[in-house]
């Protein structure tokens, strides 16, 4: 069987495929010119990342294809739906991207909270001529131990997130539609683990009770953050989207902090990717990166595995 991976695979990836007989393509195939690849070549399944989009369109001219794979979480390039009622398997590799994701969240939690994001532009500039007034300006952060971070959204990633939020001492709330309660399996060094089990709260509760808020979600058709939800929070909140562009109300953001409603925000994602609002860019509150929390080197050795693994599960059968 022949597997394109259009926006390539990893090598161990690659290599379990090949030894259970699959041949895997690497030729990155412009989009116009997918369609007509794909039948020329009698593909099966087609893998992608991000970039190439796998629509209704594409699924329906080219019928040799059995299975879409997607080497991230969100799959919003594909048609899933469509493939799936149409006998087509659509697969990504949630577990892959859980533990870079989160150590994202908390890279963001400890720039904000000791101010890194904004000691990081000063520095450069002042740090010569400013040194014992930037010294003073942000010796006033805060721990992260002991304070309460909410999570909205208690699935995997969310659930990565609440295993390092324990281990540094913090506590959790967290609220889901579906997840009632999550076992936490907090594994040490030596082998050892502990486990914590959390049950989930209301929406509103992990509003009102957050000193830091991080979103784990996918594509809602309204925004989960807006003017009504920042009123119900504690003053002061830091808020972190390392999930969605359109979760949170962006101009509604920058008003509840402008307000001190919200100290800082740690933003991944954005409305109008790949040009996101210059409000958010130039406003010193936020801590800002370029949608990267999935993107790790170990994430692509781990998506490729289980992508690799999924494939012969479901087309040896």
């Known amino acids: ?42 593909i099966d399944a087609i893998v992608v990342k991000n970039t ?24 919003d390039n594909i048609d899933a739906d469509y493939a799936r009622d149409n006998g087509v398997h659509v697969v990504n590799t949630p577990t892959a991207v859980s533990n870079a994701i989160g150590e994202l969240v908390f890279a963001h939690l400890f720039g904000i909270a000791r101010f890194l994001h904004q000691a990081n532009r000063d520095m450069p500039l002042e740090g010569d001529s400013r040194f014992n007034t930037l010294k003073k300006h942000y010796a006033k952060g805060t721990e992260l131990r002991g304070k309460t971070i909410g999570i909205i959204g208690f699935g995997n990633i969310g659930q990565e997130v609440a295993k390092i939020a324990l281990g540094i001492g913090m506590k959790v709330i967290a609220t889901d539609t579906t997840v009632e309660k999550a076992i936490i399996n907090i594994p040490f060094f030596n082998g050892q683990s502990t486990n914590i089990e959390i049950e989930t709260s209301s929406f509103d509760e992990v509003l009102k009770q957050s000193d830091f808020i991080t979103l784990h979600l996918s594509n809602q058709e309204d ?28 101009v509604a953001l920058v008003n509840a902090i402008e307000s001190g ?33 999935a993107s790790t080197i170990e994430t692509e050795e781990k998506a490729g595995t289980e992508l690799a693994n999924q494939i012969i599960k479901l087309l040896s059968e």
Request: charged share 20%; hydrophobic share 40%; aromatic share 4%.
């Open 1 to 42: 069987m022949k597997i394109l991976a259009n926006d390539g695979i990893s090598i161990n990836g690659i290599e379990i495929l090949e030894s259970k007989g699959f041949e895997v393509i690497t030729t990155k195939v412009a989009q116009n010119q997918l369609e007509n690849y794909i039948n020329e070549n009698n």
């Open 223 to 250: 925004y989960i953050l807006e003017e009504t939800q920042f009123n119900k929070m504690k003053d002061g909140v830091g808020i972190i989207n390392t999930a969605q562009g359109n979760l949170i109300n962006e």
């Open 261 to 293: 409603k919200v100290k800082y925000a740690g933003l991944d994602v954005f409305e109008n990717e790949p040009t996101p609002a210059v409000q958010l860019l130039m406003n010193p509150e936020i801590s800002l990166t370029p949608h990267i929390a």
């Open 52 to 75: 190439t989009q796998v629509r209704q369109e594409l699924i329906e001219e080219c019928p040799s294809i059995k299975l879409i794979g997607c080497a991230n979480l969100n799959m």
